[in-house]
């Protein structure tokens, strides 16, 4: 870390940097919202990161480390990927529900001091990797630990847990937790296969809750709502531990929920779907661009927009309100499918044949507000954007995105360089689509690089604080740093990459990296907290 503050002198976010396109400034006497009106820093940093031997990152002492540096570099907030069921691929954006919680998060040391696990139960997680995350021996090693904690709680007179009463919670949110539940026990009980491969008689959510079929998985159902509130209250707990530390959690909601997903087989009315069979008449994606010939082929099935706007948006209010019980801003991804999106005919082979349809625009974040009226939203705005999609966001006043990798290799008017920058807006080096800043620089062409020395007047030694430095002087309110460039760390650290199957949402700290992190350089960010006003 510099030992001043002199500078040194010396997927979807795969699209396009947008800075070559015009963006209106026009007035707007009267967004929907304005929320982001002062400057503060956050840290992007998802809960599977954290350090343990349980396999992956979970909601334990590790939360307390975390927040500790936060409060002492006087960071405000704590942004996470979407915290929701990860299917096939472990992404967060890919969830088997927008309702649900991942068990995989749940701290099952805390299951043992409540004496519902023995250490022996603990001991196959111990053996799995410390500095990554191997998904495969985590499904066949976790699981069946959770089942046991289940059959353990149910056999227990007084199971001390601090998470409230089970009969409860199951009441409280049964309107989301009883099709999900009844999903994931069909699933388990036809191998895991997707809904639309199940027998005609399950095949949606309104029949199969009908069946005998759906009392004889009922107990395998109760464990899955066991596991969501196990998820629950420990987050509750991470959210009281947020609130004393001073930090507020910025969530993420997906636009498009998966295709094998608890939404899409409780609600087919709700999406461009097929009715008897399941299939979908058109899916989601990007058109061809500058990155990819073929453009982005995503496969989540569509919105039938024209059913959601006749119950007022009823199901994507709920959802909103999920959002806010777990976090205190939520940043809405692929905001510009608001106001068109890629329509794929289900059988394309690629993305080329797709057209432009219109979403519900305005209409939407009215009716949002008019239920929200206090709730903060980000909106993810990059890529290549039609005007129209700029006129959105300013229609609803909420802060867009802004990307410093983006932002070089081109001319001046680029939109994500820091002089072209507004306040309302969000700014990052790069998010979990992106490289680190190391490892962006090192694998970006000479000019990007020369352009990046030459406009910060800096050598580029250690760019990754560069970037940091360059954040807190924006003129954005929000600038928000992944984990790893307060870290300064290289590609290997990388989260996730577009279109690469395999690899992702695999990378974990070292407990000695944040240690190092929080004693050598906590002091210094709140000293540029101050110095730029977001202290």
């Given at each position: 870390m510099p030992k001043s503050l002199a500078v040194n002198a010396g997927s979807e976010n795969l699209a396009h940097p947008q800075g070559l396109l015009p963006v209106p400034r026009t007035s707007n006497p009267s967004p929907l919202w304005n929320w982001l009106d002062s400057r503060a820093t956050g840290v992007l940093l998802h809960p599977t990161c954290f350090p343990n031997q349980q396999?992956?990152?979970v909601l334990d002492e590790c939360v307390d480390a975390l927040l500790g540096f936060l409060k002492d570099a006087g960071i405000k907030y704590w942004q996470v990927c979407p915290l929701g069921p990860t299917g096939y691929g472990d992404s967060p954006y890919q969830c088997f529900s927008a309702f649900a919680g991942n068990p995989y998060l749940i701290d099952l040391v805390a299951l043992q001091r409540a004496g519902l696990l023995t250490e022996a139960d603990l001991n196959p997680l111990r053996a799995l990797p410390a500095n990554g995350i191997d998904y495969g021996w985590l499904y066949v090693t976790k699981w069946p630990v959770l089942f046991r904690a289940f059959e353990n709680f149910k056999r227990s007179s007084a199971p001390k847990l601090p998470y409230g009463d089970f009969t409860a919670f199951c009441k409280a949110e049964r309107s989301w937790l009883e099709p999900f539940t009844l999903f994931l026990a069909l699933k388990d009980s036809f191998g895991g296969k997707p809904w639309w491969e199940w027998p005609a008689e399950v095949r949606f959510r309104a029949a199969a809750r009908k069946t005998p079929l759906a009392k004889a998985v009922a107990a395998r159902a109760e464990a899955h709502a066991f596991f969501q509130y196990l998820f629950f209250g420990q987050w509750r707990q991470v959210r009281a531990k947020a609130k004393a530390a001073g930090v507020e959690i910025i969530g993420d909601a997906p636009i498009f929920v998966a295709r094998d997903s608890a939404d899409v087989w409780a609600h087919p009315e709700l999406f461009q779907i097929d009715p008897k069979s399941g299939q979908p008449l058109a899916v989601a994606g990007v058109p061809p661009d500058y990155f990819s010939a073929d453009g982005q082929l995503w496969g989540n099935p569509l919105y039938a927009w024209d059913r959601h706007a006749a119950d007022g948006y009823a199901w994507w209010l709920?959802?909103?309100r999920a959002n806010f019980a777990l976090c205190d801003v939520v940043r809405i991804d692929h905001f510009r499918g608001f106001d068109t999106y890629w329509s794929i005919p289900a059988d394309a082979p690629t993305a080329k044949t797709g057209r432009w349809e219109n979403g519900p625009g305005l209409d939407f974040f009215t009716a949002v507000q008019r239920a929200l009226p206090t709730c903060r939203l980000i909106a993810e705005d990059?890529?290549?954007?039609?005007?129209?999609v700029h006129t959105l966001r300013h229609a609803t006043g909420l802060p867009g995105m802004a990307i410093l990798q983006f932002a070089f290799g081109g001319g001046s008017d680029n939109t994500y360089l820091p002089h072209n920058l507004r306040a309302n807006s969000?700014?990052?080096?790069?998010?979990?689509?992106?490289?680190?800043?190391?490892?962006?620089?090192?694998a970006t062409n000479e000019k990007t690089r020369d352009h990046v020395r030459r406009y910060f007047r800096i050598g580029g030694d250690e760019i990754a604080w560069d970037f940091v430095r360059a954040g807190y002087a924006a003129v954005s309110n929000l600038a928000v740093f992944p984990l790893q460039d307060l870290m300064s760390l290289g590609h290997e650290a990388r989260f996730n990459t577009p279109g690469q199957p395999v690899g992702n949402w695999q990378w974990r700290y070292?407990?000695?990296?944040?240690?190092?992190?929080?004693?050598?350089?906590?002091?210094?960010?709140?000293?540029?907290?101050?110095?730029?006003?977001?202290?």
């Open positions: 396999g992956i990152g709920d959802r909103l990059l890529g290549e954007l039609l005007p129209s969000v700014v990052y080096p790069g998010t979990h689509d992106n490289d680190t800043t190391r490892g962006w620089y090192a070292d407990p000695a990296q944040l240690a190092a992190l929080h004693r050598d350089s906590a002091a210094y960010l709140r000293d540029l907290g101050e110095l730029y006003g977001r202290g």
